[in-house]
């Protein structure tokens, strides 16, 4: 029985992967547009990761250049500000991952472990009335692998009875290292991966939880 899940958010719950590219493009406008390609596609593979990371990426090993903490943070709130306003609008919501929130965050213990900015993913759960369904919304710019693990711990949860959903391989990552299963969603490229690839929520449901409700 799947008593706790641990949510991704970007790609899991809204579909944001186009905003959070249209912001890396531009924060870094100025620079060169093949670089920043490059950063896009690093992006793409590693949803996971934090923007703080990302940031970093870019600069020391796109433009070969060191970047000062000071300066990864003014661009990361430069990100923040683009994100608070592209991404409250409710279109953006992936509905099959919310219609099974709603209907059973009263019977499972519900967490969101994001690569995203903490006080931004918070903002944009509330924005978006998702913040109730959550027992906790956690985000970087500590790594993912270190979120899950302080849920796991902080709550006592059996592994056997916690499962992880995402859409990138950071997110099976975070999985494996704290031993629970990885159920992938919304990218065909973790099926080889995943413990049960979620085609759609219905039949998620069939399969898992029909005895909880």
Do not use: C, W
């Not at 923007?51 to 970093?56: A, D, E, P, Q």
């Amino acid at each position: 029985m799947i008593k706790n899940i641990i949510f991704d958010f970007d790609g899991v719950i809204v579909d944001s992967l186009p905003v959070r590219e249209y912001g890396f493009r531009e924060i870094f406008k100025k620079y060169d547009s093949d670089l920043v390609d490059k950063l896009i596609s690093y992006h793409d593979l590693n949803g996971g990761l934090s923007r703080f990371v990302k940031i970093r990426y870019f600069y020391n090993e796109l433009l070969k250049m060191p970047i000062q903490e000071l300066k990864v943070n003014q661009y990361a709130d430069r990100f923040s500000k683009i994100m608070k306003e592209k991404l409250i609008s409710k279109d953006i919501l992936i509905e099959d991952s919310v219609d099974f929130i709603r209907d059973f965050h009263s019977n499972i213990n519900l967490h969101i472990a994001s690569g995203s900015e903490e006080k931004e993913l918070r903002y944009l759960n509330e924005a978006l009335g998702l913040s109730d369904y959550f027992l906790s919304i956690y985000g970087s710019p500590k790594p993912k692998i270190e979120i899950v693990s302080q849920l796991m711990s902080e709550n006592l949860y059996n592994k056997n009875e916690t499962i992880l959903i995402g859409d990138s391989i950071n997110d099976y990552d975070a999985a494996k290292a704290s031993g629970i299963r990885f159920f992938g969603y919304n990218n065909s490229d973790l099926k080889s991966v995943s413990f049960y690839y979620i085609e759609n929520y219905a039949k998620f449901e069939k399969e898992f939880f029909n005895e909880n409700r």
